[in-house]
Nanobody, 115 residues
Framework: QVQLVESGGGLVQAGGSLRLSCAAS????????MRWYRQAPGKQRELVAV???????NYADSVKGRFTISRDNAKNTMYLQMNSLKPDDTAVYYC?????????WGQGTQVTVSS
């Protein structure tokens, strides 16, 4: 089993920055890729960014050039640096990880961007 705990959300003005963290514990050796998802009110959960065990990254078009995903394997932590935030970025952000057989989710952290 893997446990994921997000932190770093909050209220920020448009144009501001936040850094989200996702701390992993448990059977972390089994983790392959890790991802950030978000879900805005009334909308489906969407993939924001992914980072593989080898460090390759990919981003949703809506956040390219503004968000950066990274991971610190020594700290078992994944990050999402969010710059130039927009009101449309307002959502609950979820950490996600998968092993060959299972998928894990964190509890989510709220990000609110005011205009």
């Amino acid at each position: 089993q893997v446990q994921l705990v997000e932190s770093g959300g909050g209220l920020v003005q448009a144009g501001g920055s936040l850094r989200l963290s996702c701390a992993a514990s448990g059977s972390i050796f089994s983790i392959n890729a890790m991802r950030w998802y978000r879900q805005a009110p009334g909308k489906q959960r969407e993939l924001v960014a992914v980072i593989t065990s080898g460090g390759s990254t990919n981003y949703a078009d809506s956040v390219k050039g503004r968000f950066t995903i990274s991971r610190d394997n020594a700290k078992n932590t994944m990050y999402l640096q969010m710059n130039s935030l927009k009101p449309d970025d307002t959502a609950v952000y979820y950490c996600n990880a998968n092993s060959p057989l299972l998928t894990y989710w964190g509890q989510g952290t709220q990000v609110t961007v005011s205009s």
